[in-house]
């Protein structure tokens, strides 16, 4: 989808459709009252009628409207309340796209922005406007049948806001373009298939990222990972016949003496549990266990494509988690790179094995910050559902920088704790640490496992298990938090 910034007024305009709101009572937004006066109170008489009575993002599409150039209006419904939420103006957006297909409409004039959002001004209502059409536009490439066709709309023209000017405007759209299309890579890496999405697929990912964006990549191969003494990765890796890689990949938009922002994200493309299995029901679910990794690969193509001036380094640790004769056991013990030793007592807590190791070899490159994400517990998933990711920080002012970024954009994620009283559940009496500790507060002992391995830096945690997908009949990828983590980079470098 291409967006335009058209200065024009509405009834000026020539395309598909022009989409202009309607809030409570009638009362209608600037550009529908432009459209009104050009059409003689066309759109009055249609209101008064009562169609577009009901709920918020409720839509009406209108033909032959008299005055105006475009060949249909939409109405959009945006409910009571004055000002709406954030998250509300995100689902007008997305139902205006809906509705907008399903009459095959190709271009169209979106009027939204100057929908009334509590506590958010023009530039952020531009900025989502693009990134929630984008999200409902997206389609799952399908591998094995015919592809679905595309979203209709191609081309979108949005009026210029209240006191901006053309050029802001574009930057801002072009930005969130480029974050819409790192999501669309972290949803597309996710929603692919198991078998095709593999360690070696992820490889391949990124060395072609790198050649097209020009940022450097390196991939360690199994030997190398022995070498380094990479024993935890290694151990998850050892029942699966797809070798396992440790993907760097380094983006430099600042100076060389600039410390860059890591990220780390869990890359384990099927997790069946290993020889602690998992049971057969939604398993299939399992090939989303690398949608860390996938968010990681999203934001790293969105910072390079807006060219920020500020350096970050990707690290993806990918394998399987199988069982095999050659699988690691419950009771086995294994060194992990920082020479601490880990009690393997269940195979199903193996993404914590894979971060470690990565979190250690990151330890290179000094990060100002150290960020690690993963769909890391099911007990997270209980703990916040599908709204917030679990939230983990050893230093205060990165946790709320990180939070204040997914708050922005509504890419939530909700502060957990980290205190000393739940490492106890950790303790082995055969090794430093176990890689379990009992069934309760799961995530945290999760997190205060990785805690044991970033005691120099300045780390957060995001166990985004609950968000980065979507079971049911909504099955798929969600990208998540590629949107936060854009929008995080973007305020650390001044944009
Ligand atoms: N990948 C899973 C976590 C997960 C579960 C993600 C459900 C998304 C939905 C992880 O590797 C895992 O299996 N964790 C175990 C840990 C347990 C054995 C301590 C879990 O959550 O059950
Ligand atoms: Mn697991
Ligand atoms: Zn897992």
């Known amino acids: 989808m291409e967006f335009s910034i058209k200065a024009q007024p509405p009834e000026k305009i020539r395309c598909g459709c022009l989409v202009v709101s309607v809030s409570e009572e009638r009362r209608l937004s600037p550009a529908a009252k432009a459209l009104d006066q050009a059409s003689s109170q066309h759109l009055s008489r249609v209101l008064r009628q009562g169609d577009l009575a009901g709920k918020t993002g409720k839509t009406l599409l209108l033909h032959g409207v008299p005055g105006l150039l475009a060949e249909r209006v939409l109405l959009v419904h945006t409910g009571k309340s004055q000002k709406i939420s954030g998250s509300e103006y995100l689902s007008v957006i997305r139902s205006m796209v809906q509705a907008l297909d399903a009459i095959n409409v190709k271009d169209a004039h979106l009027c939204l922005a100057e ?96 050649k097209t964006w020009k940022f450097r990549v390196e991939v360690l191969e199994q030997a190398q990972m022995e070498k380094l003494g990479m024993g935890a990765l290694l ?25 860059p922002v890591v990220f780390v994200g869990k890359g384990i493309t099927f997790d069946t549990g290993g020889v602690s299995l998992k049971p057969a029901p939604d398993m299939d679910e ?62 199903d807590a193996e993404g914590r094995l894979i971060l470690c190791d990565a979190l250690t070899y990151a330890e290179r490159f000094e990060p100002d910050a150290l960020i690690d994400v993963a769909t890391l517990t099911g007990a997270c998933v209980i703990a916040l559902g599908n709204e917030a990711a679990g939230l983990y920080a050893n230093d205060e002012k990165l946790g709320a920088r990180l939070q204040a970024a997914g ?47 970033t005691r120099k830096w300045r780390w957060a945690h995001l166990d985004i298990a609950g968000v980065a997908y979507k079971g049911g009949k909504d099955k798929g990828a969600t990208g998540r938090p590629v949107k936060l983590f854009c929008h995080y980079l973007m305020q650390r470098s001044g944009h």
């Open 115 to 210: 929908i009334p959002v509590q506590g958010h001004d023009n530039e952020w209502k531009l900025e989502q406007l693009v990134l929630a059409a984008r999200e409902a536009a997206y389609r799952i490439t399908r591998i094995a049948d015919q592809q679905d066709p595309a979203c209709s709309l191609e081309r979108a023209s949005l009026p210029l806001p209240e006191k901006m000017k053309v050029v802001a405007a574009q930057t801002l759209v072009a930005r969130a373009q480029a974050i819409a299309n790192g999501i669309y890579l972290a949803r597309d890496l996710g929603n692919l298939p198991p078998n095709i999405c593999t360690p070696t697929y992820l490889a391949e990912q990124a060395r072609h990222m790198g």
């Open 235 to 259: 151990a998850v890796s050892a029942g699966s016949r797809q070798p396992p890689k440790l993907i760097v990949m380094n983006y430099q938009g600042a100076a060389k003496t600039d410390k």
């Open 286 to 347: 399992m090939k989303f266990d690398m949608c860390g990794a996938a968010s990681v690969f999203g934001a790293l193509r969105a910072v390079a494509e807006m060219k920020l001036p500020i350096n970050v380094v990707g690290i993806v640790p990918t394998c399987e988690n199988m069982p095999d004769g050659n699988a690691t056991r419950p009771g086995d013990i294994v060194r992990s790179m920082s020479g601490q030793t880990i009690e393997i007592l269940n195979t």
């Open 407 to 453: 708050d922005h954009m509504i890419d939530r994620v909700w502060p957990m704790p980290l205190w000393e009283e739940y490492q106890e559940g950790l303790r082995s009496n055969f090794a430093d640490m176990a890689n379990v500790a009992g069934r309760a507060g799961g995530s945290i002992t999760a997190a205060c496992f990785l805690a044991r391995f």
